[in-house]
């Protein structure tokens, strides 16, 4: 292609792949290479990361009311990178490492049940380390190295992955939303193509979810959408040669809950519930099972209405929050993938 060509957010792809390395060393790829391997995630279109750095640009005394070239700084070692993308979920070895970060699992980048376990503490290590289940590298990729640059993020953890679906919104096809942070310097000038594996395990809709939906341990309820939320933010510290020297987690992984569902004299309780409720829902507190189970069966045994409200409509629907607690035992939330 010439100086001509010109790209959409939608003409760039998004990948992944783990590291077997924690981030890099001194800017350039060796964990792992981006040449192969890599797994394709279904994404609607690429956001930039922010990879703003940190910059002085203060007036000093003494030289004027213009700022002095002598007093520009910049660091763009001690800072996060973030990016937020979104898409179709797909049940496949790019999103399992996604919902393996989120909750604190070991990396293996295949598609596996994942639960989020009672005493989960989160993965934390220190960047440059040799250790092969931690971080993954995330590579945006134009159509062609050309006329555009790869922008790779390595040393990269999920501090966010919602799962959602409604009835109303493209068939009630299962979508994602996922924020990926780094404490290391993104690469943004890498040239190398690209290569791995693309998507292709069929989507997922609400539509195959069978009559056994549970919400606040009320059975068969008849449900329009549902949210899914695991929150888990990552800290970091120390100072290396290419960013943070460490990497950790936030005090609290949370996991939180919407659900849209029809009023009627099965689910009418629910707003009662959270009028009076002293105390957790210790038996199903939400159950969504598919058909086929292993197309994302997701269950969360315990947990709190933190609202519940009707919604106004053509037909009366509540709208029911939640969030999940532990009982310091079983899995906070499990997810059924294989």
């Not at 970060?101 to 293996?108: K, M, P």
């Not at 005493?119 to 934390?124: E, F, L, R």
């Not at 289940?133 to 999920?158: E, H, Q, S």
Request: glycine letters at 8%; one cysteine or more.
């Amino acid at each position: 292609m010439g100086a001509s060509a010109s790209f959409s957010p939608k003409d760039f792809k998004a990948w992944v792949i783990e590291e077997t390395k924690t981030g890099n060393n001194a800017g350039a790829l060796d964990s792992p290479a981006i040449t192969g391997s890599l797994l394709q995630i279904d994404v609607d279109s690429v956001a930039f990361p922010s990879i703003a750095p940190n910059q002085v640009l203060d007036v000093r005394t003494g030289v004027g009311r213009v700022l002095h070239e002598s007093d520009f700084f910049q660091d763009n070692v001690l800072r996060a990178t973030e990016i937020s993308l979104s898409g179709t979920f797909r049940n496949d070895g790019a999103m399992a490492i996604l919902l393996q970060s989120v909750t604190a699992t070991a990396l293996n980048g295949s598609a596996a049940n994942v639960s989020l376990v009672a005493a989960a503490t989160g993965q934390s290590g220190k960047y440059g380390a040799t250790e092969s289940d931690k971080t993954f590298t995330l590579v945006l990729a134009p159509p062609d190295t050309t006329d555009g640059n790869n922008i790779v993020m390595v040393g990269c953890l999920v501090t966010n992955l919602s799962i959602s679906a409604d009835t109303g919104t493209d068939g009630g096809l299962y979508k994602f939303s996922a924020t990926i942070s780094s404490g290391q310097k993104p690469i943004t000038n890498n040239t190398q193509t690209e290569a791995g594996t693309a998507y292709s395990v069929a989507p997922i809709s609400i539509a195959t979810l069978t009559s056994a939906t549970t919400v606040n341990s009320v059975a068969d309820t008849v449900l329009s959408g549902f949210s899914i939320t695991i929150d888990s933010p990552a800290v970091y510290t120390g100072v290396g040669a290419n960013g943070f020297d460490h990497f950790a987690r936030g005090a609290e992984i949370a996991v939180t809950a919407t659900a849209s569902i029809k009023y009627d004299s099965t689910t009418r309780a629910i707003l009662n519930n959270f009028n009076t409720q002293t105390s957790p829902d210790d038996a199903d507190f939400l159950t969504l099972t598919q058909a086929t189970a292993a197309h994302c069966s997701i269950a969360i045994i315990r947990g709190v209405l933190t609202n519940a409200a009707l919604s106004e409509g053509d037909v009366s629907m509540i709208d029911v929050e939640m969030k999940a607690v532990t009982d310091g035992s079983d899995a906070v939330m499990s997810l059924t993938l294989a």
